[in-house]
């Protein structure tokens, strides 16, 4: 990463804009010729809109001329995950069934423009949000920077290859399954998948006319190439809007710091029928052994529950949520009734108290992000990890019990 604007925190940059240390179109300048050099290479950054982002640029400046407030974003360039509403800007969702102009901002992309940041342009995603991977018929394949032979993985995989690329210093991305984590791991940056209901969905995977049915399990969140970076954009995004009524009337409050030598840890290297690359493994257990050697509590320990029926029933719930409008889906006649669907929702609910017992007396979970570091680019079919072949989307087996309880999670 360089020195320059392109290699600064969000939060410092901000801060060097408001010092006007920095003009924003200075700023705006430098990742556009980031962006001009290393996207065509790694195919990070879609439907990008450099005129109108230079003219927010300039407006800015003067605003920081005029000497009137600015919000903590004042002049940042970033770019958003495709799926998020943003006027003016083309929204493809990686399929030309969403392929459109959006005509309003959807609420992450209305809050950041009002904390001052400029977006440039959407990044890549895999068709529907739904692989591990990124690449659709309309934009292509995204390369991972660190080894454009790889994936930076999927869905925010355009995301977070661009964050590492330095082509954006913030990005916001979505997690049905896992995608606000699994790129961060492939990449080196981090994303946070926060509590389902905490950042509004309003204006994010949206189809004009159809209702929305993903109202649980999925969650927006930050990502960064630092931790306070994430906290500045949640509290950015984080919130109710008044329009998506799943989130609740309660604003994100602070939390004190605490030491790590205060917190009690677990850790589990794999979960019961994950796999796991053993590099991946001795990596999390080297987590848990540095943070053991600074203080904290840690032992290896998982709740007591069925896993076999745990990732059934997302799955259930998943191809419903997902599939119910769709005719072809492959759905079986009683997922698409809403009996059903209470009754899943009633069985989610016990595996989520199972859960908040087992978070009672721990403060967090360490484990594995991924079965392996970043794979090369292929058609979806096995991966080898560590010569024996996995399941292509086994990735899932370590991430979606946070998606079926709604729990927040750590990606890096």
Known sequence: MDTGPCGLPARVLARRLRRRELS????????????????????????????????????????????????????????LKDGHDVAGLRTTVGTALFDRVADEDGTVAARLRAAGAIVVGHTNVPPFLADYQSANPIFGRTSNPWDTNRTPGGSSGGAAAALAAGMTPLEVGSDLAGSLRL????????????TEHRVPLTGFFRLPGVPRSVRVLNSLGPMA??????????????????????????????????PLRDLKLAVAP??????????VRERVERVAAQAADAGARVQERLPDLDWEAFRKLYGDLMGAVT?????????????????????????????????????????????PPAMT???????????D????????GGHGALLVFCNLTGMPALGA
């Not at 605003?63 to 002049?75: F, I, K, N, Q």
């Not at 492959?330 to 669907?341: D, G, S, V």
């Open 225 to 258: 190439r630092d931790l306070d970076d994430l906290e500045l954009a949640l509290g950015v995004i984080a919130g109710p809007d008044g329009r998506d009524g799943d989130v609740p009337p309660v604003q994100l409050g602070p939390r004190p710091r605490r």
């Open 323 to 367: 599939g119910l409008f769709d005719p072809e889906a492959e759905l079986r006649p009683e997922q698409r009734t809403l009996a059903w669907y209470l009754d899943a929702l009633e069985r989610r609910d016990r595996f989520v108290a199972v859960w908040e017992d087992f978070f009672g007396d721990l403060d967090g979970l360490i484990l």
């Open 183 to 194: 790129p961060p791991h492939f990449c080196g940056v981090y994303g946070l998948k926060t």
């Open 270 to 279: 794999p979960l019961p029928g994950a796999t796991v690359a053993r590099a």
């Open 24 to 79: 924003a179109v200075e700023a705006l300048a430098a990742h556009l010729e980031r962006i001009g050099k290393h996207n065509p290479a790694l195919n990070a950054v879609v439907s990008l809109d450099a005129e109108r982002a230079r003219e927010r640029a300039a407006a800015a400046d003067a605003a920081l001329a005029r000497g009137g407030p600015v919000g903590p974003l004042h002049g940042v360039p970033m770019t």
């Open 385 to 392: 990890v560590d010569g024996e072949l996995a399941d292509y």
């Open 373 to 383: 570091t970043a794979f090369t680019h292929r058609d979806p079919g096995p991966i």
